[in-house]
């Protein structure tokens, strides 16, 4: 999986609960901040929770000045910290990515920033975006 990060290539991963996924999503974020100051990593999780423990773990692992904006955000819909727009990890939930991705607005900006989408525990996200 790392060197898939490495090449920057997509994937799919399943493999069981402390295999080391989330580290492999942790080595995307990383390469994306030390590449430059303008790309984006969504981690997309099906639960505030999750979403929650995500954005706790990636406040204690990275740490870096981004001018105009923040290292990290939370988007949940009733739940923000720091502009989601205006960071380089965004950490969410699936109604707020499709909400970003179908925005015009975002559409210019935003969007030719990205350079990873994680999806984690994408069987829990059902067809309509929401948590199962």
């Known amino acids: ?21 989330t580290f492999c999503s942790f080595s995307a974020m990383e390469q994306t901040l030390r590449a430059s100051d303008d790309g984006v990593v969504v981690y997309v999780a099906p639960t505030k929770a999750l979403v929650n423990q ?44 499709q909400q970003m991705l179908l925005s015009p607005v975002m559409a210019k900006a935003w969007t030719p920033r990205l350079r990873w989408i994680i999806f984690d525990e994408i069987h829990a996200i059902d067809v309509r975006g929401r948590c199962s």
């Open 1 to 21: 999986m790392l060197d898939a990060v490495d090449e920057r290539k997509s994937m799919l991963v399943v493999a069981p609960t402390s295999a080391g996924k």
């Open 54 to 97: 995500v954005a706790a773990e990636v406040y204690a692992r990275f740490s870096k000045t981004i001018q105009g904006g923040s290292l990290w955000a939370i988007h949940t819909g009733d739940y923000r910290v720091h502009a989601p727009a205006a960071c380089q990890i965004l950490v969410t939930v699936p109604a707020i990515l």
